[in-house]
């Protein structure tokens, strides 16, 4: 089993990687990123990838976070990306690219995974969810240590609201919402989560984690929420313990 493993992190606006270590969850060598083509298309994104993985002389192991359902290797959904991933046996193409043996991971899935071993879930042995809130809001389910795979919890409906486009961070940033009024939105949210899934933690995750301390106040959830701790790492060092624990 291999110490180091290359994580790479695919956005809509930058792909970042470094290689990292799986004892400790640690980034072994500075972040290098590099912006995501656009249009940002398979082949686009591919070379980018490919680019990467050469700047760090790499010729082992990759685990890749990207903005989609993720079966398999065949990409089911595309956010903020090229639509034709849709369908597309992405983590094959990126294989084939990079001339590296990879695993291809949904972006949360990756973080929520990073968290919870090393990060704001290290020590909880129940079921834990990690929500990011950004653009959209993505999820990851972990439940004794499983994951449970692309949730895309971001998507629930309440009321007549899609969750995403009404309690995301970029919906509380265009609608001009104190955090008090964000928070009031969130309750609801959690609400639905812990009739749906009784969590025993929840991780708030997404830049505007670094935050946190001017929205948890308003916060009246039943389960604990903790702010995620890893921020920009979390996608790279989960993307590279999911080679381990399922690329392998």
Not at 19 to 26: I, K, N, Q
Not at 115 to 137: D, H, P, Q
Not at 151 to 158: K, N, P, R, S, W
């Amino acid at each position: 089993m291999p110490h180091l493993v290359l994580g790479i992190d695919i956005g809509g606006s930058g792909i970042k990687g470094a290689p990292v270590d799986l004892e400790t969850g640690a980034l072994r060598a500075d972040r290098w990123r590099i912006p995501t083509p656009q249009p940002a298309t398979p082949e686009a994104v591919a070379q980018a990838v490919a680019e990467l993985v050469q700047h760090f002389a790499w010729s082992g192991p990759v685990g890749c976070a990207f903005p989609a359902v993720v079966i398999s290797g065949v990409t089911r959904s595309a956010a903020n990306v090229d639509a034709a991933f849709i369908g597309l046996n992405t983590g094959q193409l990126l294989a084939s690219a990079t001339g590296c043996p990879l695993h291809l991971i949904n972006d949360a899935d990756a973080a929520g995974l990073a968290e919870a071993r090393w990060g704001a879930g290290k020590g909880c042995s129940g079921r834990i969810l990690l929500l990011t809130f950004g653009t959209g809001i993505g999820s990851a389910l972990i439940d004794s240590g499983r994951l449970i795979a692309n949730t895309e919890l971001g998507h629930l409906q309440l009321g007549k609201h899609e969750i995403e486009p009404w309690a995301s961070e970029q919906a509380r940033e265009e609608q001009g919402l104190s955090w008090k009024r964000w928070a009031k939105r969130l309750n609801r949210y959690f609400a639905l989560l812990d009739l749906l899934f009784s969590p025993d933690l929840y991780i708030f995750g997404g830049g505007v984690s670094k935050h946190f301390e001017h929205l948890e106040k308003y916060l009246k959830v039943a389960t604990p929420v903790v702010a995620a701790q890893l921020h920009n790492d979390a996608g790279i060092a989960g993307a590279a313990l999911s080679w381990q624990l399922f690329g392998s």
